[in-house]
């Protein structure tokens, strides 16, 4: 499935809230969930008339496209993620986010380096990301505990990094990464467990739904 390349707020209104998709702007009175919360569409407002009660399926569906969309993965890419999870000893969901989290997008984001994962994969993609001390430019490859990640040294004083260093809007410090933001460099010391990804998020509908 190819990616989505419209407007990302919309995502944020149809699953009726914030999702972080546009970094900066979702900190501020621009932001769309806060001017218009209800979901897109001509029917969006009115609801349309009588709304039917959502079926199981349907809170199963919109858990897992609420998640897809937050770290940004296709569906393709995605479901390859869940099928290694479920192969993995531990909570298959618990294995999910784990490993959603291990993406070096993700890392990057969570480093601060980045003002949302779009901006830390176009970070990736256009080589000012290294990985123990070698360019890396797959956003989708896993971070380890133990690598370092650093903004490349030719690219440590652009503009997007030191604003996103500098934004009210960083991400919360999670305690399984160790970043230096002087040298633009930070570490993965440990792998996260559940109660280490600030995500309020029911893994366990995604289970549920991929194992029908």
């Known amino acids: 499935m190819a990616?989505?390349?419209?407007?990302v707020c919309k995502l944020c209104r149809r699953e009726g809230q914030k999702l972080f998709l546009k970094g900066i702007k979702c900190f501020t009175e621009k932001c769309p969930v806060e001017r218009r919360p209800y979901a897109p569409g001509q029917h969006g407002q009115s609801g349309g008339g009588r709304r039917k009660k959502a079926s199981e399926y349907a809170h199963q569906l919109?858990?897992?496209q609420k998640v897809k969309r937050?770290?940004?993965?296709?569906e393709k890419p995605f479901r390859n993620l869940f099928e290694k999870a479920a192969h993995q000893t531990g909570v298959?969901?618990?294995?999910?986010?784990?490993?959603?989290?291990?993406r070096l997008d993700n890392v990057v984001y969570r480093m601060g380096f980045g003002a949302s994962r779009k901006e830390a994969r176009q970070l990736i993609k256009h080589g000012h990301v290294q990985v123990?001390?070698?360019?890396?430019?797959?956003?989708?490859?896993?971070?380890?505990?133990?690598?370092e990640v650093r903004i490349a040294p030719k690219s440590k004083d652009i503009l997007p990094v030191a604003a996103a260093l500098a934004a009210r809007s960083r991400p919360?410090?999670?305690?399984w990464l160790a970043v230096d933001e002087g040298s633009r460099t930070g570490r993965m010391v440990s792998r996260p467990g559940r109660a280490d990804i600030p995500l309020a998020v029911q893994e366990q509908l995604?289970?549920?739904?991929y194992s029908k």
């Open 3 to 7: 990616r989505y390349t419209g407007p």
């Open 62 to 64: 919109r858990e897992k």
């Open 70 to 74: 937050i770290y940004g993965v296709a």
């Open 92 to 102: 298959t969901g618990e294995n999910l986010l784990v490993a959603l989290e291990s």
């Open 132 to 147: 123990n001390g070698r360019k890396l430019d797959i956003p989708s490859a896993q971070v380890a505990p133990g690598d």
């Open 172 to 175: 919360v410090n999670v305690a």
């Open 206 to 209: 995604i289970v549920e739904l």
